[in-house]
């Protein structure tokens, strides 16, 4: 059943996207904002020319710690060899994909334009939803959301 979905159906459209000569700090600032790990850089016609991940900017932190120097522009630290995947490709080769590589989000294109990305968690969310029982049985009950955590110190 997985291998008939297809990327279109569980991508989410692109929040954000910053610009190459963005200041590095006010991109990360958004990642944080909207709870992203990486967003599409996008030249002014709006082409993918990189993508700035949170690893990434480790790069920022890196080089503020070690040359006092902190920030700069998005373009000094993004990736710019950005592996895409297109709308039709189905969710079980983005699974493969995902477990090949580091990454945890990918940019969606169609017709070599952004339309969104997929993530690790739409893949999971995929797997999810069609692991549902069929038709005639309900799916199961969600289970609470608040938790009990036990926290212990040693003394």
Known sequence: MLASLKVKDYMCA???????????????????????SGAPVLDPRGNLIGFLSEKDCMKVALTAGYHGSVGGRVDEFMAQNVETIDVDTPIIDVAQKFLESSYKRYPVVKDNRLV?????QDILRALELTS?????KKPAAKQPTKQNIHVSSSS
């Open 14 to 36: 692109t929040k954000i996207t910053f610009t190459p000569d963005m200041d590095v700090l006010r991109a990360i600032h958004q990642l944080i904002e909207f709870k992203l």
């Open 116 to 120: 969104g990305t997929i993530t690790r």
């Open 132 to 136: 549902a029982p069929e038709n005639n």
